[in-house]
Structure formats: C-alpha cells, structure tokens
C-alpha cells in the first residue's frame, strides 16, 4: 500500500512540474 502511495506521489510531482512547464510556455506566447 505505501509503495502505491509513493509512486502515485512520484507521477503526482512530476505531473505538477509539466503543468508548470506548460503554464509557463503558454504565458510566453501570450506576450
């Protein structure tokens, strides 16, 4: 159970840092 827990973390972490990536490129085009 832990171990679902932490990879579920893990995918949760890098998934926040794509949306950032993305959030970041999409305000760039905006400009």
Known sequence: MFY???SF???N???K???LK???L???YRK
């Open 4 to 6: 679902n827990y932490d």
């Open 26 to 28: 999409g305000r760039l």
């Open 13 to 15: 972490d890098s998934a």
């Open 22 to 24: 993305v959030d970041c």
């Open 17 to 19: 840092i794509v949306y």
């Open 9 to 11: 973390q893990m995918i």
